[in-house]
């Protein structure tokens, strides 16, 4: 019997703590102590001794090491009857998360290290063995057990502490490791030595994708460390660029300018990492004017063509002149980035070529080479960086808008699966826009609509976290049809009450008009109000066709269909509708079709019948399109949508508190003084609350829960 027989599982955890401790504690608590102890069975003994007499169990479970009777027995009745050379042994190998007989070698100058994990584990001693990449043994001490021997390295002092963890650190770059190696640089004190490691790899990193890591090293340093660390600095922005944070990254490059002025100047390779991180910027935040303006000036003035700096650049002037309808001009851009792709191994840059160039493919109605484009870069990721890397996530985020306009749903859940939060993150915009929009129109097809609902939620949540008003439109836009589709005409006027009035302008870019033109027409058809569209429509379709957005007008063109017959003329109706079938089957557009209604399926049956010499030209996607119709789900089993605050509903009274209070924008610590509560207890309501809500931060629960 291993340690691994003996420990209890969640049912077991909850019937011991609750026949102990009663309704002191609820279930999710249990369950998290019971994690936290990892089911050991003398811990959660000790456990409901300790709480007794203790209301805080969410502290008591974050320091259990230290607690009382169980700090007595791992010290008394385990470390102490151990050898010295043993006791010795754990402690300088507690820091590790994962632990490798080569890096217990190097830190405690053995070679024997192998077989003595080996027997710990034989031996019970809190220590299991974990699956690695490659064949190699690792290990991990339990939590509880690692934390009290970290407690012990602490007692030899700090200057010994500081010691391991740089050893760790040398060891670590030694083998190439260099976010390791880093990290534990700064944990032993040796500040200078971990911002030279991110200096030297941190643009390596940007290029791979691995940007969610750089955020989180690139936070520690300060404006005078960015001057001596440029490079380090940059990857910084590059990150926060993708991240969202527009405003912090102008902030921070007016800043950095400032102090470069007085005195340090910048090589030219680094000047032009800042001039693209700019550009990059402008165009996250979706203001292509000044995309254009600066880049269509500074790209040819890019020092070197195959520079991960150019290729980005490249890509973002390509992007904003697709969007003001130059598609000529954005194909000899994205050439510009081919050329420099050859020259590089930049994953995430490939991913973003692959992006622009589908994009461009879905405007020209050629959806076929749009999937097999994105298939091929998406392969590619996968083989380079791994099937959720970043890369591999842009790929995915244009792969599954394709396929679900092929009516290959499975195949876009496939391409979603495991990679929606990454591109949310860390993702352009666009790409987040297109992989939370097809995930939540396929749970509506699933008829589930609650998901569908919570994924826009948390999209537009992410969308005002980035200050990103046209997003955030648009999730709201489909929020309002997605309401109206299950009947719920009251959330889906209230939905629309609340969507901020476009601008007047002669002309909008094509995110624009998808947001301000397609959606509210085709919301307004949906619901029967017609007034006025007509003319709009034609007007629109032929502001389309000039620009060469054909997917553009095709949408518009059977939008327009739907519109005529909702107005009574049913053979202008019928002849709208069959030039989008001569124009959208060919390509393989399906959904564009089946996602308007009866109304739009009802033209469709009636052109299909129709004997049209022009119609049986493509007889064969016509019955394709037929055989979507007659298997679509009949009727829907789904219940009106939950609005935002009814989400409340599942939260508990202190919960719900905490969160109002958070939304003032107060801290845990902040929180905790309010309600007389320690800080670790509000962190662990908290994390209660996103669990039940299915949201992964503050602002998505303050937001999804507000009345």
């Not at 520079?307 to 000899?332: D, K």
């Not at 309600?675 to 937001?703: C, D, Y």
Request: negative net charge.
């Amino acid at each position: 019997m291993t340690g691994t027989n003996l420990k209890f599982d969640d049912t077991e955890v909850c019937a011991m703590l609750g026949s102990r401790l009663g309704a002191r504690i609820s279930t999710d608590e249990a369950i998290r102590l019971g994690e936290r102890l990892d089911g050991w069975a003398a811990g959660l003994q000790f456990a409901c001794l300790a709480l007794q007499n203790k209301a805080d169990i969410a502290g008591f479970a974050n320091h259990a090491a230290a607690q009382g009777a169980m700090a007595d027995y791992l010290r008394d009745d385990v470390f102490n009857r151990l050898p010295e050379d043993l006791r010795d042994f754990l402690r300088h190998i507690s820091i590790f998360p994962v632990l490798t007989a080569d890096l217990c070698d190097a830190i405690t100058n053995r070679q024997d290290s192998a077989a003595v994990l080996a027997r710990l584990e034989d031996a019970g001693l809190f220590l299991s063995r974990v699956e690695l990449d490659r064949d190699v043994a690792g290990y991990r001490f339990h939590d509880v057990f690692g934390e009290f021997l970290r407690g012990q390295l602490a007692l030899l002092g700090a200057g010994h502490v500081a010691t391991v963890h740089r050893a760790a650190s040398a060891w670590y770059a030694g083998q190439g490791r260099w976010l390791d190696a880093i990290e534990f640089a700064m944990r032993g004190g040796d500040r200078d030595n971990a911002l030279r490691l991110l200096e030297s790899v941190a643009m390596d990193y940007v290029g791979w994708g691995d940007l969610e890591t750089l955020l989180v090293w690139s936070n520690r340093m300060t404006i005078e460390e960015a001057v001596r660390y440029p490079h380090a600095l940059a990857s910084w922005l590059w990150a926060k660029v993708f991240a969202g944070h527009h405003r912090l990254v102008t902030e921070t490059l007016v800043q950095f300018n400032t102090r470069l002025a007085e005195g340090q100047g910048l090589t030219p390779l680094l000047q032009d990492n800042f001039a693209s991180i700019e550009i990059l910027n402008d165009g996250a935040a979706d203001r292509f004017d000044d995309v254009l303006a600066k880049g269509e000036k500074a790209l040819p003035a890019m020092r070197r063509l195959n520079s991960f700096e150019t290729t980005a650049m490249a890509l973002v002037v390509a992007s904003a002149q697709i969007s003001y309808g130059s598609l000529q001009e954005a194909r000899r851009t994205l050439d510009i980035s081919r050329r420099s792709l050859q020259l590089s191994d930049r994953s995430v840059n490939h991913a973003y070529l692959q992006v622009v160039d589908g994009i461009i493919a879905m405007t020209e109605l050629r959806l076929n080479d749009a999937i097999a484009g994105h298939q091929l870069a998406l392969g590619n990721a996968i083989a380079e960086r791994g099937p959720y890397s970043h890369a591999a996530g842009l790929c995915a985020s244009g792969l599954c808008e394709a396929l679900y306009e092929a009516n290959r749903i499975a195949d876009a859940e496939q391409a979603i699966e495991g990679r929606i939060q990454t591109v949310t993150k860390v993702g352009w915009s666009e790409c987040a826009l297109n992989i939370n929009l097809t995930a939540a129109r396929i749970a509506a097809l699933r008829q589930d609509h609650a998901l569908a609902n919570k994924i826009l939620a948390e999209a537009q949540a992410m969308s005002a976290q980035r200050d990103l008003p046209r997003m955030i439109a648009t999730f709201q836009w489909e929020q309002a049809h997605l309401a109206l589709s299950v009947g719920d005409e009251q959330l889906s006027n209230h939905i629309i009450s609340q969507i901020a009035p476009a601008p007047p302008t002669d002309f909008m870019t094509y995110v624009e008009a998808v947001t301000r033109d397609i959606l509210p027409i085709r919301l307004a058809l949906a619901r029967g109000e017609c007034d006025g569209l007509s003319p709009r429509l034609v007007r629109l379709m032929a502001q389309a066709k000039n620009m060469g957005f054909r997917r553009r007008w095709l949408k518009l063109c059977i939008l327009h269909a739907v519109c005529l017959a909702n107005l009574g003329r049913p053979e202008a109706a019928l002849n709208e509708m069959i030039s989008a079938l001569r124009a959208g089957l060919p390509a393989g557009f399906i959904r564009s079709f089946l996602d308007e209604g009866e109304v739009a399926i009802g033209l469709v049956r009636q052109a299909g019948n129709r004997p049209d010499i022009s119609m049986r030209s493509f007889s064969s996607q016509m019955e394709r399109l037929q055989a979507a119709i007659d298997n679509r789900p009949e009727g829907s089993s789904a219940q009106p949508l939950a609005s935002q605050g009814s989400m409340r509903k599942l939260l508990t009274a202190r919960e719900v508190e905490i969160i109002d209070i958070a939304a003032r924008g107060l801290t845990n610590g902040e929180i905790g003084e309010c309600l007389a509560l320690s800080e670790p207890t509000v962190k662990w309501h908290m994390q209660k609350a996103f669990r039940k809500l299915g949201v992964g931060n503050r602002t998505e629960a303050i937001f999804i829960t507000r009345e």
